[in-house]
């Protein structure tokens, strides 16, 4: 199985400055085919099913506001939230789908301190 | 509009089997490439995936909880099955169904492109 290492497990990040989530995988993720790294980024609030914010590592889904942003490549991944809104606290996960089993991180919560 | 929805029972005793049901609208297992699968969330845990079938009767299975998983389909019903044997009070979780679709190319841009709001599972005598 692909280990999927998120990391801190929670932080607390003032309104308009800049979160920092990390995503380590055990193997490459990266998809030779299509040379794209299969990994998505997922926000989850209480009681909601996940949200997708990033896939391929690094594209952002359509409607995501731009300070959400996907980088890495081969097995180290970042989602970076920058400008920090009051709606951004969640729990964040990272979750490779390059092969199977599907597996998730460990989740990393975001306060607004 | 694509859309799925989880029913299954809330309350479950220790041993029991347990069985979902997904009822999806907006696609169908008629289109190539087209799957439906599980995942749960166990209260204050992280995200776990379970199990995914696809539109040509392909299974695929976490290996943790082969031995008590099994998804079934029906096509003319745009349903899927899961059952979940020997349930324990750690099985305690929400359960989610979501769609799995290629693009345009052809491939998967999502692991489930898109989810239901889920069903909350308790396992408890």
């Known amino acids: 199985d692909i280990v999927m290492t998120q990391s801190p497990d929670s932080l607390a990040v003032s309104l308009g400055e800049r979160a920092t989530i990390n995503c380590k995988s055990s193997q490459s993720i990266l998809y030779s085919a299509n040379n794209k790294n299969y990994l998505v980024w997922y926000q989850q609030k209480p009681g909601q099913p996940p949200k997708h914010l990033i896939y391929w590592a690094s594209t952002r889904e359509s409607g995501v506001p731009d300070r959400f942003s996907g980088s890495g490549s081969g097995t180290d991944f970042t989602l970076t939230i920058s400008n920090l809104q009051a709606e951004d606290a969640a729990v964040y996960y990272c979750?490779?789908?390059?092969?199977?089993?599907?597996?998730f991180g460990g989740g990393t919560t975001v306060e607004i301190k | 509009q694509i859309t799925l929805k989880e029913s299954g029972p809330t309350l479950v005793l220790p041993t029991q089997t347990l069985t979902l049901t997904c009822s999806f609208s907006g696609f169908s297992f008629n289109t190539n490439g087209v799957g439906v699968g599980w995942i749960r969330h166990p209260p204050g845990k992280a995200l776990e995936w379970l199990s995914v079938i696809y539109w040509d009767g392909g299974e695929r299975y976490s290996p943790s909880l082969r031995s008590r998983l099994s998804i079934t389909k029906d096509t003319s019903k745009n349903q899927v099955v899961l059952t979940m044997t020997n349930m324990d009070p750690v099985d305690t979780a929400t359960y989610y169904c979501?769609?799995?679709?290629?693009?345009?190319?052809?491939?998967?841009?999502?692991?489930?492109?898109?989810w239901g709001q889920g069903v909350l599972v308790t396992v408890s005598s």
């Open positions: 979501g769609r799995r679709s290629r693009d345009n190319s052809g491939y998967y841009r999502f692991p489930f492109d898109y």
């Open positions: 979750q490779q789908y390059y092969t199977y089993p599907l597996t």
